[in-house]
């Protein structure tokens, strides 16, 4: 087969069977649609209700805005060959694709790093909470969580961009680094160690920080006298730990092992459970466990009122 740095890919999506594609494409399109709709609740929720102008808010509402363009990265470009059965695909377009989402992934990532330090000095600290998640120091932390990721980002497409590639079919409704490594014509160890080190550093790092903030939380629970108090501070917590857990289960599912590793029967259902389905239930799980968005939804889209 020839090779080319600048080839034209064909993705064959998530499945040969001619009778499957349209039943996908119903399914993929209602969580699409699903997705921007919880997602631009949340953050229509959060930006009309003062009460939810605190840095714990403002942090879900940067996660929600991510998870909007994460899920457009990847999921028209789905629909479109589920629907046409072509996924043809240029370099050019791959190449963004994969820059986009490696950058709004790593984001996720960082902001719900952001989100455990807030939920930490809420219920560690409450007194000094104004004082240490000041707009400044979210300000750092956000700013952070959008420029590291697009530096590192960079660096892994001026990498790819410099293989040569097989114009051949990638095994995946998206482009991802495990599928463009397997049909370099090139060795790509050095590159994918490399990779897997900047990779792993941004991606495991937030992790220790999030497990000690929930560690402290959870001490300071514990001393909590009244079980009432022990509920509210839980409560407070809950939804962002359960999308801590939903976020990590996938990566790691995903991402534990090497770029250019074969295919394991369950990688796609991987993928789709990490690109598709964890960011539009993020929004259902905020919204349905945390009476205060609950109460701002409401509002917002007038149901107290037709109630009365």
Same mark, same amino acid.
């Given at each position: 087969?020839?090779?080319?740095?600048?080839?034209?890919?064909?993705?064959?999506?998530?499945?040969?069977?001619?009778?499957?594609?349209?039943?996908?494409?119903?399914?993929?399109?209602?969580?699409?649609?699903?997705?921007?709709?919880?997602?631009?609740?949340?953050?229509?929720?959060?930006?009309?209700?003062?009460?939810?102008?605190?840095?714990?808010?403002?942090?879900?509402?940067?996660?929600?805005?991510?998870?909007?363009?994460?899920?457009?990265?990847?999921? !028209?470009?789905?629909?479109?060959?589920?629907?046409?059965?072509?996924?043809?695909?240029?370099?050019?377009?791959?190449?963004?694709?994969?820059?986009?989402?490696?950058?709004?992934?790593?984001?996720?990532?960082?902001?719900?790093?952001?989100?455990?330090?807030?939920?930490?000095?809420?219920?560690?600290?409450?007194?000094?909470?104004?004082?240490?998640?000041?707009?400044?120091?979210?300000?750092?932390?956000?700013?952070?969580?959008?420029?590291?990721?697009?530096?590192?980002?960079?660096?892994?497409?001026?990498?790819?961009?410099?293989?040569?590639?097989?114009?051949?079919?990638?095994?995946?409704?998206?482009?991802?680094?495990?599928?463009?490594?397997?049909?370099?014509?090139?060795?790509?160890?050095?590159?994918?160690?490399?990779?897997?080190?900047?990779?792993?550093?941004?991606?495991?790092?937030?992790?220790?920080?999030?497990?000690?903030?929930?560690?402290?939380?959870?001490?300071?629970?514990?001393?909590?006298?009244?079980?009432?108090?022990?509920?509210?501070?839980?409560?407070?917590?809950?939804?962002?730990?359960?999308?801590?857990?939903?976020?990590?289960?996938?990566?790691?599912?995903?991402?534990?092992?090497? !770029?250019?590793?074969?295919?394991?029967?369950?990688?796609?259902?991987?993928?789709?459970?990490?690109?598709?389905?964890?960011?539009?239930?993020?929004?259902?799980?905020?919204?349905?466990?945390?009476?205060?968005?609950?109460?701002?939804?409401?509002?917002?889209?007038?149901?107290?009122?037709?109630?009365?």
């Amino acid at each position: 087969m020839n090779c080319s740095k600048n080839p034209d890919f064909v993705l064959s999506g998530l499945s040969n069977d001619p009778d499957k594609p349209k039943l996908l494409f119903g399914l993929f399109l209602a969580l699409y649609l699903l997705s921007l709709l919880g997602n631009s609740l949340l953050l229509l929720a959060i930006g009309a209700d003062i009460h939810l102008h605190t840095s714990m808010y403002f942090f879900l509402s940067q996660l929600s805005l991510v998870d909007l363009c994460f899920t457009t990265t990847t999921a !028209p470009k789905m629909l479109e060959t589920l629907w046409t059965s072509n996924g043809l695909i240029s370099f050019s377009e791959c190449l963004a694709q994969l820059y986009f989402f490696m950058v709004f992934a790593d984001m996720d990532n960082l902001l719900l790093m952001g989100a455990a330090i807030s939920h930490y000095a809420a219920i560690c600290h409450p007194l000094h909470y104004a004082l240490l998640m000041t707009p400044y120091r979210c300000a750092l932390l956000l700013g952070g969580s959008w420029g590291v990721p697009h530096s590192i980002s960079l660096v892994h497409a001026l990498l790819l961009s410099q293989l040569p590639f097989y114009a051949n079919q990638i095994p995946h409704f998206f482009c991802d680094f495990g599928p463009l490594f397997r049909l370099s014509c090139s060795d790509t160890h050095l590159i994918e160690d490399l990779m897997m080190v900047l990779t792993g550093l941004l991606r495991i790092s937030p992790l220790p920080c999030i497990i000690s903030s929930y560690a402290h939380i959870f001490l300071a629970v514990a001393r909590v006298p009244s079980a009432q108090g022990k509920k509210k501070a839980l409560a407070t917590c809950s939804s962002h730990l359960s999308m801590v857990i939903l976020f990590y289960s996938s990566v790691f599912a995903t991402y534990l092992k090497s !770029p250019s590793a074969s295919h394991a029967s369950g990688e796609l259902g991987t993928a789709v459970m990490y690109a598709l389905v964890t960011p539009t239930l993020n929004p259902f799980i905020y919204s349905l466990r945390n009476k205060d968005v609950e109460s701002s939804l409401k509002r917002v889209l007038g149901i107290e009122s037709s109630w009365h």
